[in-house]
């Protein structure tokens, strides 16, 4: 009878969990905002493990990065120039875990084949987002790409020397091209280079396709790593008005890059955190 009992209990501490879960992710839906991970934050794993760890969290979206061994029963790493059979084994594991890609990189390439071939896989992988760092010379063409398989381009911010570290660079650097050509704001490295994310989110409005979204550590000594959301010195809160503000409606990708082999408990306070923040501030 004990054990009974026990199977009981276990069985509807799982549907609460499920329900918690699922309530969760709605409040992020309703805002039309879709939260997923970066899969660099699990980048010491598979890339069948960071699906399974995007999963474990509630999320249904991944972006991924270039360069992640795939994992068991499939060969190489995550790469656009993977043959047509490792492409649907790489698309059937994501959807059997419920997981939809919906970005990629970072990536910059060094050719118009290359970029070709890139623009070739996001379309065949029903990808709807390419972060990237292009050199300069390479824009029109990108955009040109962009146009043609309708797919969007987010220019990403690393610190210098990137062509992009700070928004009036990308800015500058891409008049005149389409709405296709925006940006995927990396807050954290803004924040490194001396800038203020909110000041910069005004910067670019209108332009925002994506965001590598994170909290770091307060200016010390020591390296401003990634901390749980709420726990640093990034002004979440700001930022998220800001993004209410110019009625964002797109993917935040979580690339949590500290903690690396126990980062799934330090991810879903974070989460926890982000849904608290909206309740108060962006779903009212």
Same mark, same amino acid.
């Given at each position: 009878?004990?054990?009974?009992?026990?199977?009981?209990?276990?069985?509807?501490?799982?549907?609460?969990?499920?329900?918690?879960?699922?309530?969760?992710?709605?409040?992020?839906? !309703?805002?039309?905002?879709?939260?997923?991970?970066?899969?660099?934050?699990?980048?010491?794993?598979?890339?069948?493990?960071?699906?399974?760890?995007?999963?474990?969290?509630?999320?249904?979206?991944?972006?991924?990065?270039?360069?992640?061994?795939?994992?068991?029963?499939?060969?190489?790493?995550?790469?656009?120039?993977?043959?047509?059979?490792?492409?649907?084994?790489?698309?059937?594991?994501?959807?059997?875990?419920?997981?939809?890609?919906?970005?990629?990189?970072?990536?910059?390439?060094?050719?118009?084949?290359?970029?070709?071939?890139?623009?070739?896989?996001?379309?065949?992988?029903?990808?709807?987002?390419?972060?990237?760092?292009?050199?300069?010379?390479?824009?029109?063409?990108?955009?040109?790409?962009?146009?043609?398989?309708?797919?969007?381009?987010?220019?990403?911010?690393?610190?210098?020397?990137?062509?992009?570290? !700070?928004?009036?660079?990308?800015?500058?650097?891409?008049?005149?091209?389409?709405?296709?050509?925006?940006?995927?704001?990396?807050?954290?490295?803004?924040?490194?280079?001396?800038?203020?994310?909110?000041?910069?989110?005004?910067?670019?409005?209108? !332009?925002?396709?994506?965001?590598?979204?994170?909290?770091?550590?307060?200016?010390?000594?020591?390296?401003?790593?990634?901390?749980?959301?709420?726990?640093?010195?990034?002004?979440?809160?700001?930022?998220?008005?800001?993004?209410?503000?110019?009625?964002?409606?797109?993917?935040?990708?979580?690339?949590?890059?500290?903690?690396?082999?126990?980062?799934?408990?330090?991810?879903?306070?974070?989460?926890?955190?982000?849904?608290?923040?909206?309740?108060?501030?962006?779903?009212?």
């Amino acid at each position: 009878m004990r054990n009974t009992f026990y199977k009981i209990f276990l069985m509807l501490a799982a549907v609460i969990l499920s329900i918690n879960i699922f309530a969760q992710k709605d409040k992020v839906e !309703k805002t039309g905002l879709k939260l997923g991970v970066q899969s660099y934050t699990f980048h010491k794993f598979t890339f069948q493990e960071a699906v399974d760890k995007t999963r474990q969290l509630g999320l249904d979206y991944i972006e991924v990065y270039y360069g992640q061994p795939l994992g068991e029963g499939m060969k190489g790493t995550m790469d656009f120039r993977m043959d047509k059979k490792t492409r649907k084994q790489v698309q059937k594991y994501a959807k059997s875990k419920g997981v939809k890609i919906i970005a990629s990189g970072v990536i910059i390439c060094k050719d118009k084949g290359e970029w070709k071939q890139l623009f070739e896989f996001a379309d065949a992988m029903e990808i709807e987002i390419i972060t990237c760092e292009p050199e300069y010379g390479h824009l029109k063409y990108v955009d040109k790409m962009a146009n043609k398989y309708k797919i969007d381009v987010a220019i990403h911010n690393h610190p210098k020397p990137s062509n992009y570290w !700070k928004p009036e660079l990308f800015l500058e650097a891409t008049k005149g091209l389409s709405n296709r050509i925006g940006v995927c704001a990396d807050v954290g490295h803004w924040a490194r280079m001396g800038l203020d994310p909110v000041e910069c989110l005004k910067k670019v409005e209108g !332009k925002i396709k994506s965001l590598h979204f994170k909290d770091i550590k307060e200016e010390t000594e020591g390296e401003r790593h990634d901390v749980i959301w709420g726990t640093g010195a990034l002004d979440l809160k700001g930022m998220l008005n800001e993004l209410k503000r110019q009625k964002f409606e797109g993917v935040f990708s979580i690339e949590y890059e500290h903690n690396w082999m126990k980062s799934v408990p330090d991810i879903r306070k974070s989460i926890r955190y982000f849904n608290e923040l909206k309740e108060k501030d962006i779903l009212k």
